[in-house]
């Protein structure tokens, strides 16, 4: 019994020590950079993890291909090609807009480049943490991610690149509660900043003057202020406002277009060097 | 067989961390059990000389690292718990599953609510019913992860 004391002692001191060095890591991990390494290396080896996680998903995606019937891919197939069709047709008139507006923008002297590079990315795991919204995805340091790297899919604006290790990455969605975007109205122009509540379907636009122009409907899109975020992308659609009469403004509920809870194919867009002030 | 020892300590810990980062259905997150904890609970209960403070926080780290969270704030909360496991353990040893499992949500309470504290420091709202909801799913299942934990333990011979 006489050996027992010595040992839970040695306990306390040993908890007492890690309790404190948790503390100082949270602090440290809150303030600064320099844990970002730690973060990173550690993600590395809970790669493979994230993709044993993901794999029945893919499995059952695999299989679905796989099992679908001759008839069933026939149909796609001609339903694929139409819409190839349809959006060569766009394609070309778009190229013809986008080199008007290039020459236009050069006789401007404006140096903002038009074509976004993109990576195709898809989602590993989406990370449990209730009170967050980060998703994992399967590309990398490797494939060219980098912090601050907007998200998109296929409808509008998904988030940002937060964490990045050399095989995936971590995205912070627009709906996160630290989570902050610029935007403009596409109606009037009035520039505003839609911030995240939290709920995948929700952004809180506040603090805008209760003379501003805004309807229910109107639609979002990233101003490129601040050079985070690409501009012209869209991100949201008013669904409510909220006039508090007893002070001057007024707070405007937007449901993102992305779809942050379903979409499994993401695109990281690599920001313009022309625009980005870092 | 010191290295098939820590083998299979390793692997319960991996699998606790799997089950950790599982996808599941957006309502049904907020009741996920933590996982890891429960199984370090078991390991430092049985062996505490082995598993003690150190993995909680090692473990812990990981943990926070694939939740997103703050380096240390599941590590904080692991160590605590691990700690006054470690005091009770023999205790602990001799009661009825149905004791050990109230005991258990006292601990995940205790882990939540350091958590939610420093969620809270930070200013983010934290959510009611995820407060309660996750240690007491954690109590119902800790009788089924004491039992397979300690059979495998026995099977293992590792004491």
């Known amino acids: 019994m ?29 303030r600064f950079n320099h844990l970002e390494v730690v973060r990173s290396n550690i993600s590395l080896v809970l790669a493979p993890l994230r993709y044993l996680v993901s794999l029945p998903v893919i499995t059952v995606d695999w299989a679905n291909e796989w099992l679908s019937s001759h008839t069933d891919i026939l149909n796609e197939n001609v339903v694929l090609k139409a819409d190839g069709r349809i959006l060569n047709a766009r394609l070309q008139k778009m190229q013809v807009l986008q080199a008007e507006n290039t020459r236009l923008r050069n006789m401007l002297g404006s140096s903002r480049k038009l074509a976004d590079q993109v990576i195709v990315a898809e989602l590993l795991s989406v990370d449990q943490n209730p009170y967050r919204q980060l998703i994992e995805i399967n590309k990398g340091t490797n494939d060219g991610v980098a ?9 509008g604006i998904m988030g940002q690149v937060i964490h990045v290790n050399q095989y995936t990455s971590t995205t912070i969605l627009i709906s996160d509660p630290e989570h902050a975007i610029p935007v403009q109205f596409i109606r009037s122009g009035t520039r505003s900043v839609a911030f995240g509540n939290g709920s995948v379907d929700q952004l809180e636009l506040r603090y805008l003057p209760a003379t501003a122009d805004i309807e229910v409907g109107d639609e979002l899109v990233t101003s490129g202020l601040g050079g985070r975020f690409p501009a012209d992308y869209p991100v949201a659609k008013v669904i409510s406002i909220a006039k508090d009469l007893t002070r001057g403004f007024v707070t405007v509920l937007a449901k993102p277009l992305a779809r942050l809870d379903s979409s499994r194919e993401v695109l990281v867009v690599k920001p313009n060097n022309g625009i980005t002030p870092e | 067989m010191l290295n ?19 996808p599941l259905p957006e309502p049904v997150q907020v009741y996920r059990p933590h996982w890891v904890a429960l199984i370090l609970i078991y390991w430092n209960m049985a062996l505490p000389d082995r598993v003690g403070p150190w993995i909680a926080f090692i473990i812990g780290i990981i943990v926070d690292t694939s939740q997103g969270t703050l380096i240390g704030q599941h590590a904080l909360a692991l160590v605590i718990i691990i700690y006054i496991n470690q005091n009770f353990h023999q205790r602990i040893r001799v009661m009825s599953l149905v004791q050990q499992a109230i005991y258990v949500f006292g601990l995940l309470v205790i882990s939540q609510v350091i958590i939610v504290w420093v969620e809270g420091i930070m200013g983010r709202p934290p959510p009611i019913l995820a407060f309660f909801g996750a240690p007491f799913v954690g109590m119902l299942i800790w009788p089924w992860v004491f039992i397979m934990l300690r059979d495998i333990r026995r099977k293992a011979s590792i004491n």
Do not use: K, W
């Open chain 1, 147 to 155: 912090l601050g790297h907007a998200v998109i899919d296929d409808f």
């Open chain 2, 4 to 22: 098939l020892r820590y083998f299979v300590i390793f692997l319960s810990l991996l699998v606790g961390l799997i089950l950790m980062i599982l």
């Open chain 1, 2 to 30: 006489n050996q027992l004391h010595p040992r839970e002692q040695n306990t306390s001191i040993r908890t007492l020590f890690l309790v404190s060095l948790c503390v100082v890591l949270m602090f440290v991990d809150q």
